[in-house]
């Protein structure tokens, strides 16, 4: 069977691959080992964002009598296998719908797992596909670690990574994350919310070793009001059926909890790929800005070149690639990417953090203004965090933003687009927002780097 485009891997880098080649007049093949719409959809983005909600509903009626509402939160009962129902009927019907899109747009659907013969050639369930271009798109999986104890904890199902705990059948009372990443920062704050006891272990000295500074100090505040304990500068050393060994300033600690995650980040899924002869580096395939590796006719896209193991990045990475193989000259500008923190308040981001801008050397100003001057805020009841505007002193133009909100994750394209038709802080500031509204505090921070926004002392 001959295509013009074979792709690996059918999660959010891999289908939209697939659709936009379709659509652009390829013939093209998916193939996947397991099912479609990947990691993302079936066991990341989708079904943590479900669980986030019904957290956020959690929350809003155990504190519903600052808004005169009262209930009393011994009423409130959670029925948690109401809640994963819920989760799983989301997913089940974003799966359906993916599929069908490939239906439509004439997309061959392939399940089994990919053998790579050549760079053009591969073999699914003994059959032999013939391409003239391969897009791999095999995504990641969790890394585990060789502590001692840890196979014996996952045998047990003591030790679990993010699929087993999307799944439980009851809430933990108590759990212990190895981990301060974003995907360990997030089931904190869902289970957190639920009344679980919530310890975070972190080897590094900080949790959300990535985001801007000011921002990572008001989502610790928050994440110890909520009585989530964090232990950074800590080394797992043991496990030891529920109870996790560590030490910390030369300190032997232990940790107990009736689950324990493992979440200390994702390996690119690289097995296999040794009979094309792609070069990898760190343990992610190598590309360029326009997803080629060093075989002329392939392309390697989403977490497997762990450039940004974000859902939207490998879409954005999967046009990328498509456009070029069809003929166009596309490229990917990673400084424009969004990334955020689900959780209470969330956090969301774009571009350089003040940190990395001095790194850079670069010559920047930063404008900052707090929603607890914003009447919105106040009016919501979600008056805490800010955005923050990094710019260059020359031109205006927007080197990153920073957003610690209640909708933050909503209001980072703003930020974005800005950014991506090369726009000022100057035009953001006379740009008006309707009031009352939160994106009011994108208009004061830009005339923050101006001159000093209107709305504050």
Not at 61 to 71: C, M, R, T, V
Not at 418 to 428: C, D, S, Y
Not at 436 to 442: G, K, Q, R
Request: with cysteine; aromatic share 4%; glycine share 10%.
């Amino acid at each position: 069977m001959k295509y013009d485009i074979i792709i690996i891997g059918a999660g959010p880098g891999g289908y939209v691959a697939a659709i936009k080649a379709a659509q652009l007049g390829a013939k093209v093949a998916l193939v996947e080992k397991e099912a479609l719409g990947g990691v993302c959809l079936n066991i990341g983005c989708i079904p943590t964002k479900a669980l986030i909600k019904s957290a956020k509903i959690r929350r809003l009626l155990d504190n519903s009598e600052k808004y005169g509402i009262e209930i009393g939160k011994e009423s409130v009962k959670t029925d948690w296998e109401k809640v994963i129902k819920r989760k799983d009927e989301i997913v089940q019907k974003l799966t359906a719908g993916v599929g069908m899109l490939l239906k439509k747009n004439g997309v061959d659907v392939i399940l089994g797992e990919a053998k790579f013969l050549s760079n053009r050639e591969v073999e699914v369930n003994g059959i032999v596909l013939q391409g003239e271009n391969l897009i791999l798109a095999m995504g990641a999986s969790p890394i585990l670690p060789p502590i001692p104890g840890m196979k014996e904890a996952l045998e047990r199902g003591a030790l679990v990574t993010s699929k087993e705990l999307l799944s439980v059948r009851e809430i933990p009372k108590s759990l212990v994350i190895i981990g301060g990443g974003v995907i360990g920062v997030e089931y904190a704050t869902i289970f957190g919310s639920f009344g679980t006891e919530v310890t975070i272990i972190e080897k590094l000295d900080n949790i959300l070793a990535n985001i801007d500074d000011d921002a990572r100090a008001l989502l610790l505040r928050t994440l110890k009001r909520n009585n989530i304990r964090i232990e950074t500068g800590a080394t797992v050393t043991a496990l030891n059926g529920n109870e996790v060994s560590y030490e910390k300033d030369g300190n032997a600690h232990t940790a107990t909890g009736e689950k324990i995650l493992l979440s200390v980040g994702m390996r690119p899924n690289t097995a296999g790929l040794e009979a094309l002869g792609i070069n990898i580096e760190r343990g992610a395939v190598v590309t360029d800005e326009r997803m080629r590796t060093n075989l002329p006719n392939v392309y390697a896209i989403g977490d497997l070149n762990g450039k940004l193991m974000l859902a939207h990045v490998a879409s954005r990475e999967a046009i990328v690639a498509v456009e070029n193989i069809m003929g166009k000259d596309s490229k990917i500008d990673y400084d424009r990417m969004p990334a955020g923190i689900y959780g209470f308040p969330e956090v969301a981001m774009m571009g350089l953090t003040e940190r990395e801008a001095k790194e850079r050397g670069l010559d920047y100003r930063v404008g900052k203004f707090p929603f607890s001057a914003l009447g919105k805020a106040l009016a919501d009841g979600e008056s805490e965090g800010f955005v923050k505007i990094i710019a260059d002193n020359e031109y205006g133009e927007i080197l990153g933003v920073h957003i610690v909100a209640e909708n933050a994750m909503e209001m980072i394209s703003e930020g974005t687009i800005t950014a991506e038709l090369e726009g000022t802080v100057n035009e953001m500031a006379k740009t008006v927002h309707p009031h009352p509204s939160l994106s009011e505090a994108f208009m004061e921070a830009a005339m923050a780097l101006i001159h000093k926004a209107i709305h504050i002392l």
